[in-house]
């Protein structure tokens, strides 16, 4: 079982940068056995992948349109994951969630299906 905790959100104006952490508890298999993503759903559109980082932190993926301009990490020693965003569009609002895929996957899955556990979410919000 994993718990995730999102935070950082918030409201910025276009340009500008946040950092998401999604803080983990884990009963049973410990943290750096999952691969982490993050996905996003905006108001009246299907959630999406957004960034994936494997359990080593040595891979990582991105949607196409965040590429270059969002950064995933991990601390592993700290149970958390981040996400980098700079150089925020409008486009980017949403809420956030990270999740956990339990599968040993060697690579980030790109498919909410793919993920076990999820977190409530934290709102992004970018104004023109």
């Known amino acids: 079982q994993v718990q995730l905790v999102e935070s950082g959100g918030g409201l910025v104006q276009a340009g500008g940068s946040l950092r998401l952490s999604c803080a983990a508890s884990a009963s049973g298999r410990t943290f750096n056995n999952y691969n982490m993503g993050w996905f996003r759903q905006a108001p009246g559109k299907e959630r999406e992948f957004v960034a994936g980082i494997n359990w080593t932190g040595g891979s990582t993926a991105y949607k196409d349109s965040v590429k270059g301009r969002f950064t995933i990490s991990r601390d592993n020693a700290k149970k958390t994951v981040y996400l980098q965003m700079n150089s925020l569009k409008p486009e980017d609002t949403a809420v956030y969630y990270c999740?956990?895929?339990?599968?040993?996957?060697?690579?980030?899955?790109?498919?909410?299906?793919?993920?076990?556990?999820w977190g409530q979410g934290t709102q992004v919000t970018v104004s023109s």
């Open positions: 999740a956990a895929d339990g599968s040993g996957s060697r690579y980030p899955r790109g498919r909410s299906t793919g993920y076990d556990y």
